[in-house]
């Protein structure tokens, strides 16, 4: 007999059925936007006197909100409409890049309610003093989320690198290696909010946190494979399969920046050479295009400004990083076969220049003949698809799944 089998676990209990109905009713109101108990009930299976049962929980402890009566143009009498609460739950995501920290507040329905970016050189700054700044922003978002009745009930942070268990392993363009960026990030914050509640901070990776925003709230539509690349000072990636993102097997798939695109090219700051990143980073599409590489958003909007009046060098080192992209993607669109590639980031604004060569070599070596030029598979990210928007839908994600975990700290 084969005994090589994984523990199923305990069983079900009547506890553990109610939580999974709980979330059921409660994300099957999100999807629709706006429901009966009736029109739950036929969409979940389950009985209406249940339905109403759960219902009633869920209003209590602030996740739901009803009003007004919706005629279906049958018998019986007219239902109440059930939305997911604009006030209370809510989840805070905060970007932390090399340049700049973003922070957003989404509510239930997965509406971004509040954001605060600042743009600040973290380059070399100690972490802690990165962390406590990010901290300082959030605290300022999280006031203004409580003067529209929201209360945030998790920090997800977006940190650049190679990110598991609360600890940045490696940011090579931060200069960061191994940091406990939840632990210090947690310890600012509370020292900001001495009289609120510790609010629990989980973390990620900032590629794989805008890969989750485009797919939960950007234009993909029937989309759900895809690989997406992040430009930013270096070059993030993720993988989504099906729906899921791909992790690896040490949480650190995506690191396409990092992939070599020229073995004999210039030193990375990871340490090797002639990687993506060297000829696609910001730093890199700056420089190539003769401007201060470490300018900042000023430095991108002067090398936007560039190409578009047809300056020369500005559209060549546009249209090299196009190519690199394009070589290097190409590696991973004949490994895994996406839907699409994303490209967001600064690939967004500078993709009518930038896609055109990258198309190019992607035709040329995709060896299922599948990628025609100018085919729709390479496009720009939606504006909805940044890191921070997703580190908070992360969060609001996990009270949908198990609201009861949530409940005392909606109402508290």
């Known amino acids: 007999m084969n005994t090589n089998h994984a523990p199923l676990g305990p069983k079900a209990d009547k506890e553990t059925v109610r939580r999974h109905n709980l979330s059921l009713v409660?994300?099957?109101?999100?999807d629709e936007g706006e429901a009966t108990r009736a029109g739950v009930a036929a969409r979940v299976g389950l009985t209406r006197a249940a339905v109403s049962s759960l219902v009633e929980q869920l209003l209590d402890s602030g996740f739901l909100s009803e009003s007004g009566k919706t005629f279906s143009g049958q018998a019986g009498r007219p239902g109440t409409v059930l939305?997911?609460?604009?006030?209370?739950?809510?989840?805070?995501?905060?970007?932390?890049?090399?340049?700049?920290?973003?922070?957003?507040?989404?509510?239930?329905?997965?509406?971004?309610?509040?954001?605060?970016?600042?743009?600040?050189?973290?380059?070399?700054?100690?972490?802690?003093?990165?962390?406590?700044?990010?901290?300082?922003?959030?605290?300022r978002t999280?006031?203004?989320?409580?003067?529209?009745?929201?209360?945030?009930?998790?920090?997800?942070?977006?940190?650049?690198?190679?990110?598991?268990?609360?600890?940045?392993?490696?940011?090579?363009?931060?200069?960061?290696?191994?940091?406990?960026?939840?632990?210090?990030?947690?310890?600012?914050?509370?020292?900001?909010?001495?009289?609120?509640?510790?609010?629990?901070?989980?973390?990620?990776?900032?590629?794989?946190?805008?890969?989750?925003?485009?797919l939960w709230f950007g234009g993909l539509g029937p989309i759900r494979t895809f690989l997406y690349l992040t430009g930013e000072i270096g070059v993030g990636g993720a993988l989504v399969l099906d729906g899921e993102l791909l992790r690896g097997a040490h949480g650190f798939a995506?690191?396409?920046?990092?992939?070599?695109?020229?073995?004999?090219?210039?030193?990375?700051?990871?340490?090797?050479?002639?990687?993506?990143?060297?000829?696609?980073?910001?730093?890199?599409?700056?420089?190539?295009?003769?401007?201060?590489?470490?300018?900042?958003?000023?430095?991108?909007?002067?090398?936007?400004?560039?190409?578009?009046?047809?300056?020369?060098?500005?559209?060549?080192?546009?249209?090299?990083?196009?190519?690199?992209?394009?070589?290097?993607?190409?590696?991973?669109?004949?490994?895994?076969?996406?839907?699409?590639?994303?490209?967001?980031g600064i690939y967004r604004e500078l993709m009518p220049w930038l896609s055109p060569s990258a198309d190019r070599e992607l035709t040329s070596r995709t060896v299922s003949g599948l990628w025609p030029p100018a085919g729709g598979r390479l496009r720009a990210s939606s504006s909805a698809g940044d890191a921070a928007r997703g580190a908070a839908g992360l969060v609001v994600r996990e009270v949908l799944a198990d609201p009861v975990a949530y409940g005392s700290r909606v109402s508290g």
């Open 142 to 214: 999280l006031e203004s989320a409580a003067e529209q009745g929201l209360r945030p009930v998790g920090a997800q942070l977006a940190l650049p690198g190679l990110v598991s268990d609360g600890t940045v392993r490696q940011a090579p363009n931060l200069g960061w290696n191994r940091v406990p960026a939840e632990d210090l990030f947690a310890r600012a914050l509370a020292r900001l909010r001495p009289a609120a509640p510790a609010l629990p901070v989980s973390s990620d990776n900032e590629a794989n946190l805008a890969a989750l925003a485009e």
């Open 26 to 30: 409660l994300r099957a109101v999100r």
């Open 254 to 344: 995506g690191e396409i920046g990092h992939v070599v695109a020229d073995a004999s090219g210039p030193r990375c700051r990871c340490g090797s050479r002639g990687c993506l990143e060297q000829y696609a980073g910001q730093s890199a599409l700056l420089r190539t295009a003769g401007i201060d590489e470490d300018a900042g958003a000023p430095g991108l909007a002067e090398l936007e400004r560039r190409v578009r009046a047809g300056e020369a060098r500005a559209v060549a080192a546009v249209e090299r990083a196009g190519t690199m992209l394009g070589r290097v993607v190409s590696g991973a669109v004949n490994l895994v076969d996406p839907e699409a590639v994303v490209l967001g």
């Open 83 to 139: 939305k997911v609460t604009r006030s209370g739950p809510a989840g805070i995501g905060i970007e932390i890049n090399i340049d700049y920290v973003s922070v957003c507040v989404v509510d239930l329905a997965g509406t971004d309610r509040v954001r605060l970016t600042e743009h600040l050189d973290n380059r070399g700054a100690p972490p802690d003093r990165v962390l406590a700044r990010a901290a300082t922003i959030a605290a």
